[in-house]
């Protein structure tokens, strides 16, 4: 006799997580077109088709929406990078894999990288949202570091650290200005000039481990 109520509910909950699932993909749509300063819940809803107070259901502000996909999409990204890196020994090659793992993430999902570039200027304003963005990114950052590490000469956390930044730094920032200024197609095609180029600026810092703080 329970088993027409549990699945009721299953379907009542696939149907919550669908709506969570289209609000997500919608915003993340929309902060990547409009930015995230201009694009407000009203748009969201709209395109979402769903009514404001479904939207306040699964999050309180605009700003929980920006901290669910700030944590989504890094997520990912820890992921395909930790993919990456189980399968190589390892040394220099881990750090390798993770720069040429985040460069791929970024130019199969474009919508990241300039949403991930407005969420750091949003992290750096004196707003409430502030510190828990920050506290997602360095999340993920600490997660980063745990992975590179092992490529290091150096046995210093630190060090993972400054590597764990600059490799987040760089990566995302070079590409957003690429694709800002030369387009998507034209990034992508340089695939290989851009996973090289960071390479190259990044190795000479697994041997820096005075540098660390």
């Known amino acids: 006799m329970g088993t027409p109520a549990k699945a009721s509910l299953s379907r009542v909950e696939r149907r919550k997580a669908r709506t969570n699932r289209r609000l997500l993909e919608v915003a993340r749509r929309l902060f990547s077109e409009k930015g995230i300063y201009w694009a407000k819940i009203e748009d969201i809803t709209e395109l979402a088709d769903q009514g404001k107070g479904t939207f306040y259901k ?44 985040r460069v791929d993430f970024f130019l199969s999902c474009p919508e990241y990288l300039l949403f991930f570039h407005q969420v750091r200027g949003l992290m750096q304003l004196q707003v409430g949202v502030a510190n828990d963005l920050l506290a997602i990114y360095n999340a993920h950052l600490d997660r980063l570091a745990a992975l590179v590490k092992p490529a290091m000469s150096v046995d210093q956390l630190g060090s993972a650290q400054d590597i764990a930044r600059a490799m987040a730094a760089y990566t995302s920032g070079v590409l957003t200005y690429d694709v800002l200024f030369e387009g998507q197609e034209s990034t992508e095609r340089r695939r290989n000039y851009f996973v090289n180029i960071l390479d190259r600026s990044l190795q000479p810092l697994l041997n820096a481990g005075n540098g660390s703080r």
Not at 67 to 79: H, N, Q, Y
């Open 58 to 101: 699964y999050f309180d502000s605009k700003e929980a929406i920006i901290c669910a996909l700030l944590k989504e999409g890094l997520d990912k990204l820890t992921s395909k990078t930790e993919e990456a890196v189980q399968l190589v020994a390892a040394g220099p090659k881990i750090l390798s894999a993770a720069i040429e793992a």
